[in-house]
């Protein structure tokens, strides 16, 4: 499942991060960010990182509104840096 969920062109991370306002979809965007790169093979880990990037800057850009969805977003953000 890692493989898919990380995969060039798929675009399941993406649509996490356009529900995030979603509790449910938010605790599913933290477990896999929350992912530990060294337990995969090396190519799929930096294919991991570059992704986790990619969602993280999403997010973060997200923060621009004043609404429940960024509120979302700076708690799951909150959760990446507890951790």
């Known amino acids: 499942m ?20 979603s509790q ?4 599913v965007l933290i477990k896999v960010l929350n992912l530990e790169e060294s337990n995969f093979s090396e190519e799929l880990a930096l294919l991991i990182q570059k992704r986790k990037l990619t969602v993280i800057t999403k997010l973060v850009n997200k923060l621009d509104n004043e609404d429940e969805e960024s509120q979302q977003v700076a708690s799951v953000l909150q959760e990446l840096i507890q951790v």
């Not at 890692?2 to 306002?21: K, R, T, W």
């Not at 449910?24 to 605790?27: C, G, I, Q």
């Open 2 to 21: 890692v493989p898919y969920l990380f995969a060039a062109g798929n675009n399941a991370l993406d649509s996490l991060v356009e529900h995030v306002y």
């Open 24 to 27: 449910s979809v938010a605790d």
